[in-house]
């Protein structure tokens, strides 16, 4: 992870991104091509001198230094990467050319360069790149065999350097395209199952509120006060669930939902039975789709609670906030009213689920203080220690 954030220059894009992947190829291949140079230089320093070092291999060596300097501050992706390939190109061919200088590096520019190119330029590009390179072997073949230069190896090299250019660039090509198709089919494959998830949590809010509208039309034909009451509230709680796949559909992810969202949502829905202000502060959080269902009902149940218990008369304030501090969430419902009697109250379906639900968090913990109306704090982490 550090390397390819550091080192690799990755922190600079977008995660997942295939600017990122690109980011990080187009570095290697810097690094790559500068400990080769260098560990060449250095050589070449041992063995005949500082002076043995052939000019054109300590400018491109240095013009890798900068690049990697540079990039991506300076230098956008697409000039870096015409850049490398260049300055590939350069190098086989003077260590085709010049076999006194360079003879130690020709197999290391043969092989990378078909790599280099067809990874940075893509398949069209470096078909072209290849292309080029071939012409300009050719031509050097030619250029000796008339004598115009003089060419360090026997003229039958030149041909096997062509061949194994062209079948090495083939291999590499056919290589990249099957990465390209695997990635087309991968990319609709997930398109297609974001689509079925999507379908599906449709489906599952439909079906939600078909029983909503069920258990409505029941309790029209219910007398009994305290029977209506309780069918409300199963009504509020399928509610609650339902907005998670509502946002599951609608939204840009189908594994997290976005909490702000999700709990002014509920609060919206509460606030439209109460003549309380409920006042929200949420924090731009995604979580989970079990952590975020979790949560949600535990907000409806406290708030309800609230809205029932807190106020004997008149109307006052409920706050409801969720904070991140870091790895670590807070979850907090308070009200200025009467208060309760916690040994009474924890015997009750609404404070048994409460503590339920904070329980089955991550780290879940639930502190609940009675000395200034009613305040309970859940406090739990996003993955389980």
Not at 43 to 55: A, K, L, M, N, T
Not at 238 to 257: P, Q, W
Not at 353 to 378: E, F, H, R, V, Y
Request: aromatic residues 10%; hydrophobic residues 45%.
């Amino acid at each position: 992870m550090w390397l390819d954030q550091n080192i690799l220059k990755g922190r600079f894009f977008p995660a997942k991104s295939s600017e990122r992947s690109l980011a990080k190829m187009i570095t290697l291949f810097i690094l790559v091509a500068m400990v080769a140079l260098g560990a060449d230089m250095l050589s070449h320093h041992v063995r005949d001198g500082i002076e043995s070092i052939p000019p054109m291999e300590a400018i491109v060596f240095a013009v890798f230094v900068l690049l990697y300097l540079s990039f991506p501050r300076f230098l956008t992706l697409q000039t870096v990467g015409a850049i490398v390939v260049i300055l590939y190109t350069v190098m086989f061919f003077m260590s085709l050319y010049d076999q006194e200088s360079y003879a130690s590096m020709i197999f290391f520019w043969f092989a990378m360069l078909p790599i280099t190119a067809f990874h940075i330029l893509g398949e069209k590009k470096a078909l072209v790149h290849t292309a080029i390179v071939v012409i300009l072997i050719i031509l050097m073949y030619f250029l000796s065999h008339h004598e115009v230069i003089g060419f360090p190896y026997y003229k039958g090299f030149i041909w096997q350097i062509l061949f194994g250019y062209v079948a090495l660039s083939y291999m590499v090509g056919m290589v990249q395209k099957e990465k390209i198709a695997f990635e087309k089919e991968l990319e609709k494959s997930t398109k297609n199952n974001k689509m079925l998830f999507r379908e599906i949590h449709h489906r599952t809010k439909n079906n939600m509120q078909v029983m909503m509208g069920l258990l409505e039309t029941q309790s029209f034909k219910i007398e009994d006060p305290k029977c209506q009451k309780m069918l409300h509230s199963h009504i509020d709680r399928i509610k609650a669930m339902s907005y998670v796949h509502e946002n599951l559909y609608t939204g840009t992810s189908i594994d997290s939902v976005d909490m702000h969202k999700y709990l002014n949502e509920i609060l919206d829905n509460l606030q439209k039975i109460t003549q309380h202000v409920i006042v929200a502060d949420i924090d731009y959080i995604r979580l989970d789709i079990k952590q975020s269902m979790s949560i949600g009902l535990l907000v409806n149940e406290a708030v309800s609670n609230a809205i029932e218990h807190a106020y004997s008369v008149g109307s006052g304030n409920i706050d409801v906030s969720l904070k991140h501090h870091g790895k670590e969430y807070e979850l907090t419902i308070k009200d200025y009213g009467l208060g309760f009697d916690t040994q009474r109250e924890f015997q009750s379906l609404g404070m048994t689920l409460i503590q339920d639900l904070s329980a089955s968090l991550p780290n879940g913990k639930i502190d609940i203080d009675t000395t200034n109306g009613t305040q309970i704090t859940i406090c739990f982490s996003k993955e389980r220690r």
